[in-house]
């Protein structure tokens, strides 16, 4: 088994730490799944089975790394690691900026007393030497027996599909019904409006988003609701600086929500479950 890569491209180090940092939010492990095709990143309510997948995010091996070399231990070539996203979120911070002076980031699998996800970032000073910084972070080898259990989701008959044209805006509004209540509706009307709800002991205030377009609605479809933890959406919001090119929200039978980022080299998904009342 053996895995490395390159990166060249600036806003490809930056979005990969953007995701790394959003998903440190989430969760104190999320797993790796690795092919010579996708490089994906998930995170799984552990409580629930089997694992119910709550961030998805797949990256396009070819357009976002320059060079990528994998053998696995499968006829598909596939690898999967669990990893501590806060680790990984902190080897990667310094490329957050556009302005970095990093040359280039190297990713590989090695052995160091126990597996280790190694991060080599090369930069080049002002007076134009070179240096670097490595970051080993331990991972979990998940045994074949247990990859069935983070299989990509399964698509779903969905009953109502909205595109997102105000994602700021939609994320600056959740964040000030954060400070009014634990939870937000978000719910499409019979006229196809999107609009999110929140109620606390001496206020309801709802917001409505006319620019959103549904591009797909059920047959005799009624309106549609959801109840979520606003905090936790808020979090999965944080990616809207990764600039997606479309934002599609599906509801599926009032029971679940389904963000689809479309980014240039990757897409993004997450799904949040109602809280019953």
Known sequence: MKFRARMIEALSMKNLAVIASTISKLAKR?????????????VCDENSSPKQILFWCILKTAQFFSDFIIKGIS???EIFLELPPDMLATSLSALKSTNSNVRCVKIRLTDKTTPCM????????????????VHDIPVNLIPVTSWSDYSDPPVKDYSVSVELCQFKKIK???????????YVSISITPDDLLCTT??????????????????????????????????RLCQLLSCEQ????????????NKMIHFDLNCDNFNLHFYLLTVEE
């Open 198 to 231: 929140i109620s606390a002991s001496t206020v309801t205030v709802t917001t409505i988003f006319q620019n959103s377009r549904v591009c797909y609605k059920k047959e005799n479809e009624g309106e549609q609701k959801v109840r979520v933890d606003v905090k």
């Open 30 to 42: 999320c797993v790796l799944r690795m092919n010579t095709v996708h490089f994906s990143l998930m």
């Open 75 to 77: 006829d598909e070539n």
């Open 242 to 253: 990764l600039m997606p090119r479309q934002t599609t929200l599906h509801f599926f039978e």
């Open 118 to 133: 190694t991060i080599e970032i090369e930069l080049t000073t002002e007076y134009g030497m070179k240096r670097s910084y």
């Open 172 to 182: 600056m509004v959740l964040e000030r019904f954060k400070k009014l209540g634990p």
